[in-house]
C-alpha cells in the first residue's frame, strides 16, 4: 500500500473545528483513503473513507485535494472524546478482497477544555 | 449486535512458552484480520484469513500463525515466545467483500512475556 504522511500530533481546543491533514502523494488511481483513530485503551474505530469526492458522515468529513494526493479529516466541533490518534490508511481496492491495513504512526489529537 | 470478541483480555506468559488468542468476529462477518501493536513499531499487520483460507500476510516469522474455524472465529498462536512479543494483539472482522468496507476491532489482548 502507498505511504502517508501525517503530524505527529497537533492539539485543539474544544468545540472548535479541527482540521487533521495528511499526505500521500504517490496514490494510485484504485487507491481508497480511509481514516480510523484509536482512543485510549481501545482497539481502533472506523471513522470515514473516501476515494475522489469529499464524504461526510455523523462524525466528521473528509476533503480530498483535486489531485488527490492529500486529503483533510474536519471534526467540526472537537470534544474532549474526541482526543486520539487518527490514522490516515490507504487501501488498494485493486486485486481481489486480500485485507490487512498498513498503520502509519498517526497523529495524537489532543482537546484542551 | 455484538462486537468482536477477544480472549483473553490479559495474559503473562514466560519466555520460551507458546500462546493462543482468540477472536470471535461480528455475525456474518468472515473476514478476520490480525495486528500487534507495541510503543515502538506502532500497528502491524500480521495476517489476514477468510472462509478458512489466509489470504494475507505480514513480515512477522513463521512463530506467528493462525486458523481460521468454519464459524469464521480465528486463533492465533505464537511459539516459543521471546520477550518483543509483549504487545497488544488486536483482530478486527469485516464483511470482507473488497477493501472499501470497515474493518470493526476488538478491545485486544494484552501479552506479557517475561
Known amino acids: 500500500d502507498a505511504k502517508t504522511t501525517q503530524p505527529n500530533s497537533m492539539e485543539s481546543n474544544e468545540e472548535e473545528p479541527v482540521h487533521l491533514p495528511c499526505n500521500h502523494s504517490?496514490?494510485?488511481?484504485?487507491?481508497?483513503i480511509h481514516w480510523y483513530r484509536q482512543l485510549p485503551s481501545q482497539g481502533p474505530e472506523y471513522v470515514i473513507h473516501?476515494?475522489?469526492s469529499n464524504v461526510n458522515n455523523r462524525m466528521a468529513s473528509l476533503a480530498i485535494a483535486e489531485d488527490r494526493k492529500s486529503s483533510t479529516l474536519i471534526l467540526h466541533r472537537a470534544t474532549l472524546r474526541d482526543a486520539a490518534v487518527y490514522y490516515c490508511?490507504?487501501?488498494?481496492?485493486?486485486?481481489?478482497?486480500?485485507?490487512?491495513?498498513?498503520f502509519g504512526k498517526g497523529t495524537h489529537l489532543i482537546i484542551q477544555p | 449486535k455484538a462486537g468482536v470478541t477477544q480472549t483473553p483480555r490479559y495474559l503473562i506468559k514466560t519466555r520460551g512458552q507458546q500462546v493462543t488468542l482468540s477472536c470471535s468476529p461480528i455475525?456474518?462477518?468472515?473476514?478476520v484480520s490480525w495486528y500487534q501493536q507495541t510503543p515502538g513499531q506502532g500497528l502491524q499487520f500480521l495476517f489476514e484469513?477468510?472462509?478458512?483460507?489466509?489470504?494475507n500476510k505480514g513480515n512477522f516469522p513463521g512463530r506467528f500463525s493462525g486458523r481460521q474455524f468454519s464459524n469464521s472465529r480465528s486463533e492465533m498462536n505464537v511459539s516459543t515466545l521471546e520477550l518483543g512479543d509483549s504487545a497488544l494483539y488486536l483482530c478486527?472482522?469485516?464483511?470482507?467483500?473488497?477493501?472499501?468496507?470497515?474493518?470493526?476491532f476488538g478491545e485486544g489482548s494484552r501479552l506479557t512475556v517475561l
Open positions: 490508511i490507504l487501501r488498494d481496492n485493486s486485486g481481489g478482497g486480500a485485507d490487512g491495513l498498513t
Open positions: 455475525s456474518g462477518h468472515r473476514s
Open positions: 478486527a472482522s469485516s464483511l470482507g467483500a473488497g477493501k472499501t468496507g470497515e474493518l470493526f
Open positions: 473516501g476515494l475522489t
Open positions: 484469513y477468510f472462509s478458512e483460507t489466509q489470504r
Open positions: 504517490t496514490i494510485s488511481g484504485t487507491d481508497y
